[in-house]
């Protein structure tokens, strides 16, 4: 079983920055992705950024410059450094890991809890 555990989210005046958390625990054999999606009411959830273990990120066109993810493989924890941040970036976050299976066939997605960044004056 894997558990992960996200944190960070809160209230942010626009312009303002916050940083995301997310790390995973229990049985991990090899991480192949972790990434951030995002969810806004009525909305479907949308991928905000990735990064592969070979070392490749991708990102939403609406956060390239704005948003960074970065991650500690000791720790098997990544992070989303958020910075001037909009309105219209207000959702719940997920953080995602991609985790090969222990007989080394296949993958298996892990989800967060979620956590609500509001971006409001």
């Known amino acids: 079983q894997v558990q992960l555990v996200e944190s960070g989210g809160g209230l942010v005046q626009p312009g303002g920055s916050l940083r995301l958390s997310c790390a995973a625990s229990?049985?991990?054999?090899?991480?192949?992705?972790m990434g951030w999606y995002r969810q806004a009411p009525g909305k479907q959830r949308e991928l905000v950024a990735l990064?592969?273990?070979?070392?490749?990120?991708n990102y939403a066109d609406s956060v390239k410059g704005r948003f960074t993810i970065s991650r500690d493989n000791a720790k098997n924890t990544q992070y989303l450094q958020m910075n001037s941040l909009k309105p219209e970036d207000t959702a719940v976050y997920y953080c995602?890991?991609?985790?090969?299976?222990?007989?080394?066939?296949?993958?298996?997605?892990?989800w967060g809890q979620g956590t609500q960044v509001t971006v409001s004056s």
């Open positions: 995602n890991f991609r985790i090969g299976n222990a007989n080394g066939v296949g993958t298996a997605d892990y």
């Open positions: 229990g049985s991990i054999f090899s991480i192949t992705a």
């Open positions: 990064t592969h273990s070979g070392g490749g990120t």
